[in-house]
T-cell receptor, first 111, second 114 residues
Framework: SQELEQSPQSLIVQEGKNLTINCTSSKTLYGLYWYKQKYGEGLIFLMM?????EEKSHEKITAKLDEKKQQSSLHITASQPSHAGIYLCGADSQAGTALIFGKGTTLSVSS | GAGVSQTPSNKVTEKGKYVELRCDPI?????LYWYRQSLGQGPEFLIY????????DSGLPNDRFFAVRPEGSVSTLKIQRTERGDSAVYLCASSLTGLNSPLHFGNGTRLTVT
């Protein structure tokens, strides 16, 4: 069965610093989705990547999918306290199937 | 516009009791998903509806769990003879088509079985 590994499990950065979170699959992915979750709340959709080598940005967050479509990274530039939360990657291996998720990366930003 | 709505937000029940969790998806979304999330874990897939039918129920842990979506909109997750191990946050999500469209999640129902 497909599994998604996220690293690191948790991360503490100083405000203003850059950071990267990784998501790796043992199988080729059909689509890769990044979500953010705050404690006690649902998941907020950030970005969707489907093509090998694809890169998308929104404000200070950039997500990339490698050419083999097995690894994705989420990069935050000049982190702010508002970026704190749990970042989850989700993926499907076939079109029209439900997403499976990694365990998440907990990000704390100290001011 | 309204997002995915889940009720109740919290449910405490005794072991052995029956519970129903409700999900109101975004209007017009044909695909609806149920996930379960335990502390420190990512969401675990339970069941996926396309319209009124269950397209994939492979994630339901056993026959105590059942879900319906009779009119292709609201869905109810039903758990019989609850066990303490069923305690978790149950998340519902919907997407426009279920194909190449992102999932939009509700805030979840926190179920505690005592």
């Amino acid at each position: 069965s497909q599994e998604l590994e996220q690293s690191p499990q948790s991360l503490i950065v100083q405000e203003g610093k850059n950071l990267t979170i990784n998501c790796t699959s043992s199988k080729t992915l059909y689509g890769l989705y990044w979500y953010k979750q705050k404690y006690g709340e649902g998941l907020i959709f950030l970005m969707m990547l489907q093509k090998g080598g694809e890169e998308k940005s929104h404000e200070k967050i950039t997500a990339k999918l490698d050419e083999k479509k097995q690894q994705s990274s989420l990069h935050i530039t000049a982190s702010q306290p508002s970026h704190a939360g749990i970042y989850l990657c989700g993926a499907d291996s076939q079109a029209g199937t439900a997403l499976i998720f990694g365990k998440g990366t907990t990000l704390s930003v100290s001011s | 516009g309204a997002g995915v709505s889940q009720t109740p937000s919290n449910k405490v029940t005794e072991k052995g009791k029956y519970v129903e969790l409700r999900c109101d998806p975004i209007s017009g979304h044909t695909a609806l998903y149920w996930y379960r999330q335990s502390l420190g874990q990512g969401p675990e897939f339970l069941i996926y509806f396309q319209g009124t039918g269950a397209a994939d129920d492979s994630g339901l842990p056993n026959d105590r769990f059942f879900a319906v979506r009779p009119e292709g909109s609201v869905s109810t997750l039903k758990i019989q003879r609850t066990e303490r191990g069923d305690s978790a946050v149950y998340l519902c999500a919907s997407s426009l088509t279920g194909l190449n469209s992102p999932l939009h999640f509700g805030n979840g129902t926190r179920l505690t079985v005592t």
